[in-house]
């Protein structure tokens, strides 16, 4: 049973910085995809970015330039770098794997953690 638990959320000002990892307990084999969602009140899940089997990673236009996904294989952790975070970021973030190819398509995800809460002041 693949298990994923969030950390590293919190308050922080507009333009600041967070980390949130992602710890994977189970077997998760390196064909799987891993990835960053959000979700804010009255807004829909949203996906942020996601890293592939090859390191390959992809993200919402809204944080281009701004978050970095990364992972440690050997710590079986993933990473979200948030840098000048913006109050618009303010969103419960989730982490979430499955096997398959790339996307930022929410329902194709099969195993999610319970989520990080993110709140950017201005």
């Known amino acids: 049973q693949v298990q994923l638990v969030e950390s590293g959320g919190g308050s922080v000002q507009a333009g600041g910085s967070l980390r949130l990892a992602c710890l994977a307990s189970g077997y998760i084999d390196m064909s799987y995809r891993m990835a960053w969602f959000r979700q804010a009140p009255g807004k829909e899940r949203e996906g942020v970015a996601a890293?592939?089997?090859?390191?390959?990673?992809i993200y919402d236009d809204s944080v281009k330039g701004r978050f970095t996904i990364s992972k440690d294989n050997a710590k079986n952790t993933l990473y979200l770098q948030m840098n000048s975070l913006k109050p618009e970021d303010s969103a419960m973030y989730y982490c979430?794997?499955?096997?398959?190819?790339?996307?930022?398509?929410?329902?194709?995800?099969?195993?999610w953690g319970q989520g990080t809460q993110v709140t950017v002041s201005s």
């Open positions: 890293i592939g089997y090859y390191s390959t990673t």
């Open positions: 979430a794997a499955n096997a398959g190819s790339l996307t930022l398509v929410g329902s194709s995800y099969t195993y």
